[in-house]
């Protein structure tokens, strides 16, 4: 027993420095070979053991299939594409030229038939235009009419004093029946005291008493009639003033009165007056129109006369004048128009002829030219066909050496994959045995450590993020870099984007992610 128990603790030790870069470096680094062998013990010394049969064949199969791989994958680089193409030229044909044919010289045309001088005439001679007197007429005239205009006369109207007006308070008297009245009832008043004081006994004091009362009872009568006065002068003095307003509002009214009504009777006389003058003006003027009217339709009657008469003749003598020279005149364009008729017909006939033998010579020209284009055509043609069949020749056999040149890569191509999917599962093999020998030997380091990954941004590609995880961390897609065919697509996190206390250092200067102290699974998507 002790003996197994030494063996597969010897076995631990080896598999311990093949699997020491995929462990935890710090707080894990104190664990070493003698921490490892104190571990080891009991039934996890047992399953150590039996996970680790059959790792040297595995390691060396995954070997194997990695030197394969290497080999398809120097040859796929190795492989030397040729280019069929580049040597091949297009295709080249002679072009055969059309020969030209010689035409012959035109058939010239001999000297036009001259035309005759034409004949030509005397215009006759038109005589003087007949013309006409004038007949004038005197216009007749009249005497205008006038009028004398009336004048407004306003001596008779009556002013100030003569209007009739009066003051009516200039002669107000003064009233003293009242004041007798009261002085007498006064004295009558100073009796009855004066007997009622006698009867009394007063005595001398009641006298004086009583007389002074009369007195200022007289002076009240007195002061009253004063007041009367002064009320009447101020009556009269604006009576006055009074009088002499309405003296002036009735002086002006007459004479706006009377200056108005004479204004009127003038503006009257002076209407029939002009009415009159007027009147007689247009007898006048109309009879003197219609004799200006009757003068001038006599004398415009005898002028249209002369002047048809005279019109009349100039056109009779220029009728005569007109039909002489158009006898004239056709009688020698009849002449001319036969002569030139005559060269015309002359000069086309020969005309005629000449274009006739040109047009053979142009004919037989053409046609000889067609047939010699026609010929060359063909041969161009011809020579063309054979040069583009040739070339396509050519092309069919370059592009067949392409097309197996890409299948002998894709077939390179094929086998590299196949030798590196190969390679992968004899790797994940021997990953997956080394992490059963590991788990198994340390026991419980994965509830301390945590599972570890590559976890640096520089180490991934094709990162794509996916959702958020329940704390809010990002969950990327990506693949490793050092995956060569890239067939592997993983989930996880970036190790820049985590608490620090999950990141693990490596000393190969790339970062490592506990994910057991995240809410995030590392794994393999496809």
């Known amino acids: 027993m002790v003996l197994i128990l030494q063996f597969i603790s010897n076995d631990c030790v080896h598999l311990f420095n093949d699997v020491e870069s995929n462990l935890v470096y710090g707080t894990l680094a104190a664990i070493g070979i003698g921490g490892a062998a104190a571990i080891i013990g009991g039934a ?65 045309l001999g000297d036009a038939e001259k035309l005759g001088l034409a004949q030509g005439y005397t215009p006759g001679q038109l005589g003087k235009a007949k013309g006409y007197n004038a007949q004038g007429y005197e216009g007749e005239g009249y005497t205008s009419q006038g ?45 009855a005291s004066q007997d009622l004081a006698a009867q009394a006994g007063t005595g001398a004091g009641g006298a004086t008493a009583l007389a002074a009362a009369a007195a200022k009872s007289k002076q009240g009568v007195a002061s009253s009639i004063d007041q009367q006065v002064k009320s009447n002068e101020q009556m ?34 002076n209407q029939a007056a002009q009415f009159g003058a007027q009147s007689a003006n247009q007898a006048a003027q109309f009879g003197a129109d219609a004799k200006n009217q009757s003068n001038r339709f006599t004398a415009d009657a005898m002028n249209q006369a002369g002047k048809f008469k005279a019109q009349a003749q100039n056109q009779f003598a220029q009728s005569q004048f007109s039909a002489d020279n158009a006898a004239k005149q056709f009688g020698a364009q009849s002449q001319n128009q036969f002569s030139m008729a005559d060269t015309a017909a002359q000069n086309q006939f020969n005309m005629a ?35 583009n069949t040739d070339f396509q020749a ?68 094709n990162i794509k993020l996916i959702k958020l995880s329940p704390s809010g961390l990002k969950i990327y897609s990506f693949k490793f870099k050092d995956d060569i065919l890239e067939e592997k697509t993983y989930q996880g996190v970036m190790s820049d984007e985590i608490p620090k206390e999950a990141v693990v250092s490596h000393e190969d200067g790339f970062d490592r992610v506990n994910y057991s102290m995240l809410d995030v699974e590392f794994k393999l998507i496809k």
């Open 44 to 108: 996890a010394v047992l399953k150590t053991g039996i996970s680790a049969l059959g790792i040297g064949k595995k390691k060396r199969a995954a070997a194997a299939k990695q030197k394969k791989l290497d080999e398809k994958v120097a040859a796929l680089e190795d492989y030397d594409f040729e280019n069929a193409y580049a040597d091949m030229e297009g295709a080249q044909y002679d072009i055969k030229k059309a020969e030209m044919a010689e035409l012959g010289a035109a058939a010239q």
């Open 147 to 191: 009028y004398t205009a009336g004048q407004t006369n306003i001596a008779g109207l009556q002013r100030g004093a003569n209007t009739g007006l009066t003051n009516t308070m200039n002669n107000l008297q003064v009233s003293t029946a009242a004041a007798d009245m009261a002085a007498q009832e006064a004295d009558q008043s100073l009796a």
């Open 236 to 269: 009269r003095a604006r009576g006055e003033s009074e009088l002499q307003r309405a003296q002036l509002a009735q002086g002006n009214t007459a004479s706006q009165f009377g200056l108005g009504q004479s204004q009127f009777n003038v503006g009257a006389v």
């Open 353 to 387: 002829d000449i274009s006739s033998q040109n047009q053979f010579s142009l004919a037989a020209f053409g046609a000889e030219n067609s047939m010699n284009q026609f010929n060359a055509g063909n041969q161009t043609n011809a020579n063309q066909f054979g040069a």
């Open 394 to 461: 050519r092309q069919l056999a370059a592009g067949g050496d392409m097309t197996v040149q890409g299948l002998e890569y894709g077939q390179l191509s094929d086998a590299a994959n196949i030798a590196g999917g190969q390679s992968a599962n004899a790797n994940a093999n021997l990953a997956n045995q080394k992490s059963q020998i590991t788990g198994a030997a340390i026991g419980g380091i994965d509830a301390v450590a945590g599972v570890l990954s590559k976890s640096d941004r520089r180490l991934k590609k």
